[in-house]
């Protein structure tokens, strides 16, 4: 093996591994309410909103949203997929289950559970791995006492029920149910080719957009 091809298969291999604790780091780091901690695992540049730009933008805006909504959190790294557009680029998606003790206008308090995940980008700045975006996408929260079943299965304190994106970005969700088999040996698509594992599942349809409320 050439030793160009052998060196580019170890950057895989620890660029990998690298994006692998960007998660983990992320769960961490915002559970124990290190800011500084939490917001350097993102770009420096960063977009927080339409207008607002770094990780000091992004560190107002959690502190922020973590004083007012959250005393408490506990966030669980499960299912990592990582697919690379190019040696400093990539793209994944992380299953999350998290818990959240939430405060209620009434001075009460709820503990809110939730299954969602993230579709990531990662980039490499200057040797390092950093997230370039996070795009969450929810399935459900509730009471630990009041499982989602039905419809609008976000369901916080305070707030009219709605529902997340949960499934928004695989075309594959609604076509099962629109397409039940009228066959006994219906057909198989080919397997996807390597690093386009997700691409697949996306169905080409691009870099996902979806309204995150």
Sequence with gaps: MPETDLLARIDRLESLDEIR?????????????????????????IRVSRDKVGRACLKRWLDDTLRLQFTGTSHHIGNHIIEFDDPDHAHGVVYSK???????????????????????????IDGRWYFRR???CYWYATDINKPPVGDNKMRWPD???????????????????????????????????LETFLTTMRRDAGEPRIKVR
């Design 21 to 45: 604790q960007l998660p983990a780091k992320y769960a961490l780091s915002l559970d124990m309410r290190d800011l500084d901690a939490h917001v350097n695992l993102f770009a420096h540049d």
């Design 98 to 124: 998290n818990e959240h003790e939430t405060p209620r206008s009434d001075g009460g308090t709820e503990w809110v559970i939730m299954q969602m995940l993230y579709w990531d980008n990662y980039e490499r």
């Design 134 to 136: 996070r795009l969450p």
């Design 159 to 193: 707030r009219e029920p709605y529902a997340g994106a949960y499934h928004d970005l695989w075309p594959s969700w609604q076509a099962f149910w629109d397409s039940p088999p009228d066959t006994d040996e219906p057909e198989v698509a080919p397997p996807a080719p």
